[in-house]
């Protein structure tokens, strides 16, 4: 099937409310321009190199989001031009986004990673350390970021109960801020979750945005 093909298909089995970033890592400009040819303006990138290169050579109108682990030296290469950071995982990385977005006159939309899977691989703020960290307030002295929501990867594993129980948690923890901290402020409404093998289930439990990439690209070259 032509990428063209498995998009026009995702897009069918996605409801209006949630969006489709396509995760085009790896894979070359022209992939993005065939997805982009049918509609397709999203798209998630994981490495920042790869990411300026790609928004050097193609349309100005597409919205890069930033899916990966960053690390804060390479903050300021993305942050003329992101639309999304999916996996702040720390404080000292909000600060250091918060510090390059006001050197390019800008406020950068962020979600906190949480860490919900049981593999110890994965980056992320416990339930707890966000809860104290948003608790504590200090997110509003960062005044060029936007905190618009939560991110979390599930255990790679072929238990959907599992995974279900985990997308449940990150939305519950979701509610739980909202509830608490964000109450008056829209903009809090977002829950990053859902991959090709589970973006299913991720969307019965509540996620906005769904990031997929094999699904629509094939499998990627390492
Ligand atoms: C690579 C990647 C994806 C896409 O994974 P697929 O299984 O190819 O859909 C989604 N989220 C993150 C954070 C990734 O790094």
Not at 7 to 27: G, M, N, T
Not at 37 to 60: H, I, N, T, W
Not at 153 to 162: G, H, L, Q, V
């Amino acid at each position: 099937m032509s990428v063209k093909e498995n998009l026009l298909h995702i897009q069918q089995d996605i409801p209006a409310h949630v969006r489709l970033v396509a995760v085009s890592k790896f894979h070359p400009a022209e992939a993005i321009t065939e997805a982009y040819a049918v509609g397709q303006r999203v798209f998630g990138e994981s490495k920042v190199q790869e990411l300026c290169s790609k928004y050097d050579s193609l349309p100005k109108d597409i919205e890069w989001h930033f899916i990966g682990h960053l690390q804060t030296n390479k903050v300021k290469y993305i942050a003329p031009f992101v639309s999304l950071i999916h996996a702040v995982d720390s404080e000292r990385l909000l600060a250091e986004i918060n510090k390059a977005a006001q050197k390019a006159n800008r406020t950068i939309p962020c979600l906190l990673q949480i860490h919900i899977a049981s593999e110890d691989s994965k980056f992320g703020f416990s339930a707890d350390e966000c809860l104290g960290f948003i608790s504590s307030g200090r997110w509003q002295t960062y005044s060029h970021v936007q905190i618009t929501g939560l991110m979390g990867m599930a255990t790679y594993t072929s238990n959907t109960d599992k995974i279900r129980s985990e997308f449940r948690q990150l939305k519950s923890l979701f509610n739980e801020l909202k509830m608490k901290y964000f109450g008056e402020n829209d903009y809090f409404c977002e829950l990053s979750m859902g991959m090709s093998d589970d973006y299913r289930i991720a969307i019965e439990e509540g996620s906005t945005l769904v990031r997929i990439g094999s699904t629509i690209f094939g499998n990627r070259n390492y």
